[in-house]
T-cell receptor, first 112, second 115 residues
Framework: DTGVSQNPRHKITKRGQNVTFRCDPI?????LYWYRQTLGQGPEFLTY????????KSRLLSDRFSAERPKGSFSTLEIQRTEQGDSAMYLC??????????FGQGTRLTVV | GNSVTQMEGPVTLSEEAFLTINCTYT??????LFWYVQYPGEGLQLLLK?????DKGSNKGFEATYRKETTSFHLEKGSVQVSDSAVYFC??????????????FGKGTLLTVNP
């Protein structure tokens, strides 16, 4: 494993559909983050896991968004009833201890 | 709350020109500061960092100095190359060691270097 892996890389969905993204962190990294990056903006923090526990959620994470990290390994981010405003790049990052986080290549979501 | 303001782009330079991208921040406490780079189609990569006042981060010819008195962390490079074309993000994190290390990013600056 050479890095943080995110799948799919690209997703096009119709408004109102549900989508799920997956993030596989670097092995043994106990901390995992999700960020959202809209066009022309920097990434914005969404949520953070330490092992399987979700320790912080941004107010950007509406009720339509849910993230899980079962068993403290991979994580999923689900968006229900997608809206056009959800179109963005969704970035995952992982880290171990006090080291700096490594970012994945992101999943680009387009809602049409 | 924390915030980062960086120079709006896009920035277009000729090869071997001098680069400066300005970045200022607002933070509670004493943050760590970073520059990240994003090449087309790729994820974020850490370019350099500084964790305390007057520290200079450097990498691949890029430099930035943590200026607490002006709350700034400007990115500079003396001679840019075509391969430096990318989006550059200034960022900060809370520097309390045991925190969740949440990053706050600026909006990004697109740099295009022409041959």
């Amino acid at each position: 494993d050479t890095g943080v892996s995110q799948n799919p890389r690209h997703k096009i969905t119709k408004r109102g559909q549900n989508v799920t993204f997956r993030c596989d962190p670097i092995s043994e990294h106990n901390r995992l983050y999700w960020y959202r990056q809209t066009l022309g903006q920097g990434p914005e923090f969404l949520t953070y896991f330490q092992n399987e526990a979700q320790l912080e959620k941004s107010r950007l994470l509406s009720d339509r968004f849910s993230a899980e990290r079962p068993k403290g390994s991979f994580s999923t981010l689900e968006i229900q009833r997608t809206e056009q405003g959800d179109s963005a790049m969704y970035l995952c990052a992982s880290r171990q201890g006090q080291a700096l986080p490594f970012f994945g290549q992101g999943t680009r979501l387009t809602v049409v | 709350g924390n915030s980062v303001t960086q120079m709006e782009g896009p920035v277009t330079l000729s090869e071997e020109a001098f680069l400066t991208i300005n970045c200022t921040y607002t933070a509670t406490g004493y943050p760590s500061l970073f520059w990240y780079v994003q090449y087309p189609g790729e994820g974020l990569q850490l370019l350099l960092k500084a964790t305390k006042a007057d520290d200079k981060g450097s990498n691949k010819g890029f430099e930035a100095t943590y200026r607490k008195e002006t709350t700034s962390f400007h990115l500079e490079k003396g001679s840019v190359q075509v391969s430096d074309s990318a989006v550059y993000f200034c960022a900060l994190s809370d520097r309390d060691g045991g925190s969740n290390y949440k990053l706050t990013f600026g909006k990004g600056t697109l740099l295009t270097v022409n041959p």
